[in-house]
Each structure stands twice: as structure tokens, then as C-alpha cells.
């Protein structure tokens, strides 16, 4: 085995170790954990906003923890909700690694917290590669993508324990074919449930709030074929 993929093994091996423990110790509190992967511009934010929305109106305490780039516009959008919100700006990393969520979760998540919902960075390649302590991953992807999404990004859509089909007032206007969309996910992950939604209109926003809750309390969760890591993509240590 060559030295770089020494380093891969070892930095994944520790995120998953501090990812474990991080899902241990949530759970424990009650907390169930999302986390959630797009491209940039998938509508995911806006989604976000409207299950947290949602979530205040039917009672259930929430959280978000959202990462970008540059900029806390995301957060300021998301704070709207009612909901607390965090934000991290990762200063050019392209993912989130499971120290910076537990680091950034010391002293800030409220105590009846039930669903924290992490929103990752804007890319389908890097964030698919760590598990930041999730009970879910869901992997969300826009209308005006494509259909063959998921088979040109098959690390992402083949982690997915859900996947979120989003902006689908547009299908229309895109020529979006949601047939040969569900088969190129079909292909990577067999057996994965779709849901439409649209934050325009709230579609979907009851249920993917439903889905996650259910799972905090413990219903079955799907199996991907794919573990968060199968591609070994690793970065530079960061900062926390």
C-alpha cells in the first residue's frame, strides 16, 4: 500500500471513528440527525427552510447547521424558520468532516433539540465521503439537472437513504422525464425511496419531515449499496 493511501485510510478511519461516536452520543440526547447533499443551486437551502417551518408549526423542536464557502447567507435565510441556526464557513473546504459538526455542537445545540439537520456544502463529490454521525443522508437533486444525475454521481446517490426530487414545478418548462430520472437512480441504489417536492408550493415538505422523524424514532432505514466512502477522497487537515 502506498503512503497516500495510508493517509486516506487512516483520515477516514478517524472521521468514521468520531462519526460513530457522534451518532452515539445524539442519539442518547434524543437527537436525530440529516444530513443533506446537493449541487449548489438544487434548492436545498429553500427546502431546508420550509421542513424547519414546518417543524415549528407542528411542535417539534429543530436545528440546523448549515457550511458554505464563504458568505452566512444560508444561515440568514434558514433563521427565518423560527429555527436556531448555525453556520460554518469552511474557508474554501469543499465537505464537512465529522470534528468540525461535533466541535461546533459543544455548547450551542438547545437541549430538547429532536431533529438537527446538517446542510453540507454545495457538491456532490467530497461531502459524499464523510459521515458526519447521520442516522440519515439524503441527497437532493433539481429538475433543471438532468436526469442522468445519479449515474454520473453514483458515490453520492449510492449513500443515499433518501433522495429528494426538487423544483418540480419546473419538469414541465425543463422537459424533465421523471421516468428515465427514478431508473438512473434505480441503477446506483435499488430500492431507495423518491420524494417530489417543491418549496414553492410545499410539496414535499411534509413528508421528508415525516420521513426523518420517523427514523428518529426508530423506524427501518434504507441500505445503500454504497458505505459514505467507497471513492477514498481525502483534503488537507483543516481548521475545526
Known amino acids: ?19 460513530a461516536s457522534l451518532r452515539s452520543d445524539l442519539a442518547a440526547r434524543g437527537v436525530g ?5 446537493s449541487s449548489p443551486g438544487s434548492g ?4 431546508l427552510g420550509r421542513v424547519l417551518a414546518r417543524a415549528g408549526e407542528r411542535g417539534v423542536p429543530v436545528a440546523a ?9 444560508d444561515a440568514k435565510r434558514l433563521a427565518r424558520s423560527g429555527a436556531p441556526v448555525k453556520q460554518l464557513l469552511t474557508d474554501g473546504l469543499c465537505h464537512l468532516e465529522a470534528r468540525q459538526v461535533r466541535g461546533h455542537l459543544e455548547g450551542w445545540l438547545p437541549p430538547d433539540t429532536a431533529l438537527l439537520f446538517v446542510e453540507n456544502v454545495g457538491n456532490l463529490v467530497c ?6 454521525g447521520e442516522h440519515l443522508r439524503i441527497v437532493l437533486m433539481a429538475v433543471t439537472e438532468g436526469e442522468d444525475k445519479p ?36 441503477r446506483v441504489n435499488p430500492g431507495v425511496e423518491i420524494i417530489r417536492s417543491c418549496a414553492r408550493t410545499g410539496e414535499g415538505v411534509d413528508t421528508v419531515l415525516d420521513r426523518v422523524l420517523a ?25 475545526s
Open 151 to 186: 449515474s454520473k454521481y453514483p458515490t453520492a446517490f449510492g449513500s443515499a437513504h433518501l433522495v429528494v426530487l426538487t423544483k418540480t414545478d419546473l419538469a414541465g418548462p425543463a422537459g424533465f422525464d421523471e421516468t428515465d430520472f427514478a431508473e438512473h437512480v434505480r
Open 33 to 37: 440527525v440529516v444530513n443533506l447533499l
Open 65 to 73: 447547521f448549515t457550511a458554505d464557502l464563504a458568505t452566512e447567507n
Open 44 to 47: 436545498k437551502t429553500e427546502l
Open 127 to 132: 461531502p459524499a465521503s464523510y459521515d458526519l
Open 215 to 239: 427514523v428518529r424514532d426508530g423506524a427501518p432505514v434504507h441500505t445503500p449499496p454504497l458505505a459514505p466512502h467507497p471513492h477514498g477522497h481525502v483534503h488537507a487537515p483543516t481548521a
Open 1 to 19: 500500500m502506498c503512503q497516500s493511501e495510508e493517509v486516506t485510510r487512516a483520515v477516514l478511519a478517524r472521521n468514521d471513528g468520531l462519526a
